[in-house]
């Protein structure tokens, strides 16, 4: 039996920036070792329906794109699939070229037909050489007239390991119009559908999804695979746990599949990582990459890990993240060839098997933040990695236009990253964890940012508390940390128009650099020992704190720079107004006392509540206990499924 592992699809949207992630037209050259273009012949005009393109006459289009290559490497790497047709289906004369790439981003061609007339093309490829990394992909080039794609497949007759279907769980608070489009696309994608159980809307905002408009024609196409639940907000982790639980009481699906709710989706990539999950030698989570939702090229999660030692999430490649399929599509990009591991995979889009929900249980009670890395973590550990697939993506709102370490966010930020840690650090007492910590709230202070210290001094507070403050404070925490708030002046984003703040020195402006002016070493030492004796010591002047001293912009008001002032006015993160920072001098003294004291505390009682997370885990993240968390009756017996998902 022939199995599609891959259609060739193009943009479903008539936006020009898509066209990067799916053709590439273009001739490239390279200057000063950059990749440039020389011509472009790409238009939307050429593209002619979700699985038809028109390569104009005389002219050469390649398909190594985010979208339309396979990713051979990680099909090699992870299933057992061992070769892949590639069928071709066009009109018009022409030459169809296949190529490949190796883990260094080197092309070499494979195989070729010349086609003419209505013509269907089939190259079989192994996948036996792609163990570093690499892709295969197809060129077609016209000769006097145009060459029409009808489309393609990237096919196998292998056999998957299992046969389930998914169920989509998506979690929504106060996002109703996102959801709609979401719950469109998916009724408008019946390829999709055909490998979905249910779609669990978890809606736990007051702008409710079922009363927008559109809502209604997106329910009847989806018909009763579409279940709309209704519940207070508990954050990501309580409504995707809902969708897991919903999940698990559907014989059907082997998978859930978590998808955010502020994002658009490519619905091919939510079927590819489906398939993927079939294909996977051992059950395995299957995540997807993050474009940017208001910068639709621009990739910003590929492979993400948690370095240990700070028990802190970043990209594997930090410093080429993110990346614009603009400026350096695939063939350009050498980095993107490679075959990259992931230690967790963010839950704007993951693919999550039953059988590791059975084995580990659900999220853990965070509300937000370090959820979705806390359960790859404790999966992996279970014998179920992950793996961030390419040509698996969505796009969502990036963190560009906002800084959620200064707003009630931060409490989230300090408890989760330390209570995953308590969790699953291999480093004595957390590595250099609480020294990191420790800094942040001190870079916060000398940046006379107050609010984000009182809700880290909270987060650090309940963490000694012990691992049953988290479902205790699980529908409080963040009400409690927005009303903490209004005790911060800082916290207020000034917007009238009609009423323009200025400051008394003007606006302090910096040519863009990579933080080359930042001090380090010894300098960094003097420099934090001098700002913290004159925040300590030193009242600030009366006129600095009736007028702001200096003005900055968000980009430029960093931590070594806002200290030498009493006060400054701070453009927001998003550009709709400024933030005034004041200098306190009996706040700063009280809070640096706070975090010194509450870090030594947390250092020397690291072992015992390290011991006292983990105990209590299994009871935190199990049916049971988020069943009584959202007040659900127990389900009846149902027949418990193996690891490969088969039913006992």
Same mark, same amino acid.
């Not at 490239?28 to 329906?49: K, M, P």
């Given at each position: 039996?022939? +199995? $599609?592992?891959? !259609?060739?699809? @193009?943009?479903?949207?008539?936006?020009?920036?898509?066209?990067?992630?799916?053709?590439?037209?273009?001739?490239?050259?390279?200057? #000063?070792? *950059?990749?440039?273009?020389?011509?472009?012949? %790409? +238009?939307?005009?050429?593209?002619?329906?979700?699985?038809? $393109?028109?390569?104009?006459? =005389?002219?050469?289009?390649? &398909?190594?794109?985010? &979208?339309?290559? &396979?990713?051979?490497?990680?099909?090699?790497?992870?299933? %057992?699939?061992?070769?892949?047709?590639?069928?071709?289906? /066009?009109?018009?004369?022409?030459?169809?070229?296949?190529?490949?790439? !190796? =883990?260094?981003?080197?092309?070499?061609?494979?195989?070729?037909?010349?086609?003419?007339?209505?013509? *269907?093309?089939? @190259?079989? $490829?192994?996948?036996?050489?792609?163990?570093?990394? %690499?892709?295969?992909? @197809?060129?077609?080039?016209?000769?006097? *007239?145009?060459?029409?794609?009808?489309?393609?497949?990237?096919?196998?007759?292998?056999?998957?390991?299992?046969? %389930?279907?998914?169920?989509?769980?998506? /979690? /929504?608070?106060?996002?109703? #119009?996102?959801?709609?489009e979401t719950l469109t696309a998916l009724g408008e994608a019946p390829e999709l559908l055909e490998f979905v159980d249910r779609v669990f809307l978890v809606d736990q905002g007051t702008d409710r999804v079922r009363d927008q408009d559109g809502f209604a024609a997106a329910e009847r196409a989806l018909g009763d695979q579409l279940q709309v639940i209704e519940q207070p907000n508990l954050g990501g982790s309580g409504g995707f746990s809902r969708a897991m639980l919903e999940t698990l009481d559907r014989p059907e699906s082997d998978f859930v599949q978590l998808l955010d709710d502020d994002v658009r989706i490519e619905p091919e990539s939510i079927r590819r990582s489906i398939v993927f999950g079939r294909y996977a030698t051992t059950p395995m989570l299957v995540g997807a990459h993050m474009f940017d939702l208001l910068d639709r090229p621009r990739l910003h999660a590929w492979a993400e890990v948690v370095d240990d030692a700070p028990f802190m999430w970043r990209n594997l490649f930090q410093d080429r993240m993110p990346h614009d399929f603009r400026r350096s599509n695939l063939r350009q990009t050498p980095l993107l060839h490679m075959r990259m591991d992931a230690d967790y995979n963010g839950w704007w889009m993951c693919l999550i098997p039953t059988a590791a929900l059975r084995e580990v249980g659900l999220s853990l009670p965070a509300f937000i933040k370090w959820d979705d890395a806390e359960f790859c973590l404790r999966a992996r550990e279970a014998g179920f990695p992950t793996v961030s697939l390419p040509g698996v993506a969505l796009w969502h709102v990036s963190w560009v236009g906002k800084d959620d370490s200064i707003d009630w966010q931060a409490y989230f930020h300090a408890r989760n990253r330390i209570v995953a840690a308590l969790l699953h650090s291999r480093s004595p007492l957390g590595g250099t964890l609480l020294r990191h910590s420790r800094r942040v709230d001190l870079k916060h202070l000398m940046m006379m940012q107050y609010y984000p210290v009182a809700l880290r001094i909270r987060a650090l507070q309940d963490v000694l508390r012990g691992p049953a403050h988290l479902v205790e404070n699980l529908p409080t925490a963040m009400p409690a940390a927005r009303a903490l708030a209004g005790r911060f002046p800082e916290t207020v984003v000034h917007r009238d128009p009609e009423t323009v703040l200025h400051s008394r020195h003007g606006r302090r402006v910096f040519a863009p650099s990579p933080d080359f002016d930042s001090p380090t070493g010894l300098r960094l030492r003097l420099f934090t020992a001098k700002t913290l004796l004159s925040h300590f010591l030193r009242r600030p002047d009366p006129a600095n704190l009736e007028t702001p001293e200096v003005e900055f912009g968000k980009h430029d008001a960093h931590w070594w720079r806002l200290p030498l002032y009493d006060s400054a006015l701070v453009s927001a993160a998003d550009g709709s107004g400024k933030n005034v920072y004041t200098r306190d001098r009996t706040l700063f003294r009280r809070m640096l006392w706070d975090s010194v004291r509450l870090h030594a505390r947390l250092r020397r009682e690291w072992p015992r509540l390290s011991q006292l997370y983990r105990a209590a885990l299994p009871e935190l993240v199990s049916q049971e206990s988020w069943r009584g968390v959202l007040g659900l009756p127990s389900p009846d017996a149902r027949p418990a499924k193996t690891r490969d998902g088969e039913s006992k």
């Amino acid at each position: 039996m022939v +199995h $599609v592992l891959q !259609n060739v699809v @193009f943009p479903l949207d008539r936006d020009p920036d898509l066209l990067p992630l799916y053709t590439d037209p273009d001739t490239w050259s390279v200057v #000063d070792r *950059e990749a440039v273009r020389v011509t472009d012949l %790409g +238009h939307l005009g050429d593209v002619l329906g979700r699985s038809s $393109v028109r390569v104009p006459a =005389g002219s050469r289009v390649s &398909f190594a794109t985010y &979208f339309n290559a &396979f990713p051979a490497s990680y099909w090699q790497h992870w299933t %057992g699939v061992r070769s892949v047709r590639l069928a071709v289906r /066009t009109t018009g004369p022409g030459t169809v070229i296949v190529y490949r790439s !190796n =883990g260094a981003g080197v092309a070499q061609r494979i195989d070729s037909a010349h086609v003419g007339g209505d013509a *269907e093309s089939a @190259f079989d $490829v192994p996948l036996t050489q792609f163990s570093d990394g %690499g892709w295969v992909w @197809f060129d077609i080039v016209a000769e006097a *007239e145009p060459v029409i794609l009808r489309g393609g497949e990237w096919t196998t007759t292998h056999e998957p390991a299992r046969s %389930g279907k998914a169920s989509l769980g998506i /979690t /929504t608070f106060n996002k109703p #119009d996102y959801c709609v489009e979401t719950l469109t696309a998916l009724g408008e994608a019946p390829e999709l559908l055909e490998f979905v159980d249910r779609v669990f809307l978890v809606d736990q905002g007051t702008d409710r999804v079922r009363d927008q408009d559109g809502f209604a024609a997106a329910e009847r196409a989806l018909g009763d695979q579409l279940q709309v639940i209704e519940q207070p907000n508990l954050g990501g982790s309580g409504g995707f746990s809902r969708a897991m639980l919903e999940t698990l009481d559907r014989p059907e699906s082997d998978f859930v599949q978590l998808l955010d709710d502020d994002v658009r989706i490519e619905p091919e990539s939510i079927r590819r990582s489906i398939v993927f999950g079939r294909y996977a030698t051992t059950p395995m989570l299957v995540g997807a990459h993050m474009f940017d939702l208001l910068d639709r090229p621009r990739l910003h999660a590929w492979a993400e890990v948690v370095d240990d030692a700070p028990f802190m999430w970043r990209n594997l490649f930090q410093d080429r993240m993110p990346h614009d399929f603009r400026r350096s599509n695939l063939r350009q990009t050498p980095l993107l060839h490679m075959r990259m591991d992931a230690d967790y995979n963010g839950w704007w889009m993951c693919l999550i098997p039953t059988a590791a929900l059975r084995e580990v249980g659900l999220s853990l009670p965070a509300f937000i933040k370090w959820d979705d890395a806390e359960f790859c973590l404790r999966a992996r550990e279970a014998g179920f990695p992950t793996v961030s697939l390419p040509g698996v993506a969505l796009w969502h709102v990036s963190w560009v236009g906002k800084d959620d370490s200064i707003d009630w966010q931060a409490y989230f930020h300090a408890r989760n990253r330390i209570v995953a840690a308590l969790l699953h650090s291999r480093s004595p007492l957390g590595g250099t964890l609480l020294r990191h910590s420790r800094r942040v709230d001190l870079k916060h202070l000398m940046m006379m940012q107050y609010y984000p210290v009182a809700l880290r001094i909270r987060a650090l507070q309940d963490v000694l508390r012990g691992p049953a403050h988290l479902v205790e404070n699980l529908p409080t925490a963040m009400p409690a940390a927005r009303a903490l708030a209004g005790r911060f002046p800082e916290t207020v984003v000034h917007r009238d128009p009609e009423t323009v703040l200025h400051s008394r020195h003007g606006r302090r402006v910096f040519a863009p650099s990579p933080d080359f002016d930042s001090p380090t070493g010894l300098r960094l030492r003097l420099f934090t020992a001098k700002t913290l004796l004159s925040h300590f010591l030193r009242r600030p002047d009366p006129a600095n704190l009736e007028t702001p001293e200096v003005e900055f912009g968000k980009h430029d008001a960093h931590w070594w720079r806002l200290p030498l002032y009493d006060s400054a006015l701070v453009s927001a993160a998003d550009g709709s107004g400024k933030n005034v920072y004041t200098r306190d001098r009996t706040l700063f003294r009280r809070m640096l006392w706070d975090s010194v004291r509450l870090h030594a505390r947390l250092r020397r009682e690291w072992p015992r509540l390290s011991q006292l997370y983990r105990a209590a885990l299994p009871e935190l993240v199990s049916q049971e206990s988020w069943r009584g968390v959202l007040g659900l009756p127990s389900p009846d017996a149902r027949p418990a499924k193996t690891r490969d998902g088969e039913s006992k």
